[in-house]
């Protein structure tokens, strides 16, 4: 089996010894270099014999000059506290009984990071290494999966701070002072905390939401849900809450197919979109419904999905920016919130089996679309 270019002796291939064992990679065919992670082996006398892709791109060393070198000299690795790690470990000549060194961080020559592996292959148990084989992983999806659980939790404890002063400081204020406060005042106050712990418990909710996301554990409960007049809700919500009535257009398109979906997680949805409308965007908020194709390739009629298209005429979205729209903490031109919204409606709706997308409303706002099928409950089909 070919594992580099080099003419050092042992250089073209991995496995010399006479005792071959089924499911070995000789024994399997498969090429060192097809393989996902970097792998590095020497033989007896600490010569690498093999060098894989994945080590090169890893290590940025080509296996041309790693081939027949040292093993030590190939793969300088240092641990944490800048002592050489083959030093440390011996693998030639440790104690007879060992047989690998777990999974551990250690640094190439540049301070990069690398998870190492190594595995001793003796002839018998307690006998002389004949392999050194060693398996390289970059660390940078780690690090990304770790910068952004810290991101995370930078995120959450930032917006729970300010909800959470206010209530102490308002419960507190009252409990100590209650006498010297009017009603008003009282009832202000306690509005105040009201709404601070509903922004704790929307917070909480959306974590919870993001975990059942990541995890494939969304549960949807498919009821019979009239999309029309939860739009209308969400509208009436706005001009009670003093948004002008003539900033919201709904135009409804009829009939509709009947639609089945989770009307709590529709619901959210709709909060999300249109709240980014009102609050990123400018002048009216147009809210499309119509019947619409399945984005499901196994639908076979007409009109068997519902789709919703919430439109504003604000500056709209970079076309940059636009892949990114969906992922996580992503907040646009305006802070504010916790930039977990759009990132929940995406999962919500593909929970659903349908699918979202953004675009530049024809007014020059941003549009967002989502498109649900409209299939029933198992137990009714």
């Known amino acids: 089996m070919s594992v580099g270019t080099s003419s050092a002796p042992g250089a073209r291939e991995v496995r010399r010894q006479s005792d071959s064992r089924p499911g070995d990679v000789a024994e399997l065919g498969i090429d060192p270099d097809d393989l996902p992670d970097g792998l590095v082996v020497a033989d007896e006398h600490g010569h690498v014999i093999c060098f894989n892709a994945a080590a090169e791109r890893i290590t940025a060393v080509r296996a041309a000059d790693a081939l027949g070198q040292r093993l030590e000299k190939a793969l300088p690795l240092e641990d944490l506290e800048g002592r050489r790690w083959w030093q440390l470990t011996d693998p030639y000549g440790g104690l007879a009984i060992r047989r690998r060194q777990p999974e551990r961080n250690l640094l190439l020559p540049g301070g990069r990071e690398v998870l190492v592996c190594v595995r001793y292959v003796r002839s018998e148990p307690t006998g002389p290494v004949c392999r050194v ?3 390289l992983r970059d660390t940078e999806a780690r690090r990304r999966t770790e910068r952004s659980h810290a991101e995370l939790i ?10 959470l002063t206010s209530v ?29 712990a509903d922004r704790v418990t929307r917070l909480i909710a959306e974590l919870l939401d993001i975990s059942r996301i990541d995890s494939g554990r969304l549960e949807v409960r498919r009821q019979p849900v009239d999309i029309g007049a939860a739009v209308g809700r969400h509208i009436q919500a706005y001009v009670a809450a003093g948004q002008p009535a003539d900033r919201f ?13 989770d009307p709590d997680k529709i619901d959210q949805v709709l909060s999300n979109l249109i709240e980014n409308a009102v609050r990123h965007g400018d002048g009216t908020v147009t809210i499309d419904i119509t019947a619409t194709a399945s984005p499901r390739e196994d639908e076979g009629h007409e009109n068997a999905a519902t789709s919703v298209t919430v439109s504003d005429e604000g500056p709209g979205i970079p076309e940059e920016s636009m892949n990114r729209v969906f992922t996580r903490f992503w907040r646009g031109s305006k802070r504010g919130g916790t930039g977990l919204g759009l990132y929940i409606v995406k999962g919500i709706v593909e929970a659903h089996g349908g699918a979202v997308e953004v675009g530049r409303a024809p007014g020059g706002g941003a549009q967002f679309r989502f498109t649900l099928p409209v299939a029933a409950p198992a137990y009714l089909t």
């Open 133 to 135: 084989v060693v398996s």
């Open 168 to 196: 102490k400081g308002f419960t507190a204020t009252l409990l100590a002072k209650w006498e010297r406060f009017t009603d008003d005042q009282k009832r202000l106050m306690l509005e105040t905390v009201d709404a601070d």
């Open 154 to 163: 930078a995120t959450v404890a930032h917006e729970l701070r300010s909800p």
């Open 249 to 261: 257009l709904l135009r409804l398109e009829q009939p509709l197919p009947a639609l089945w979906a």
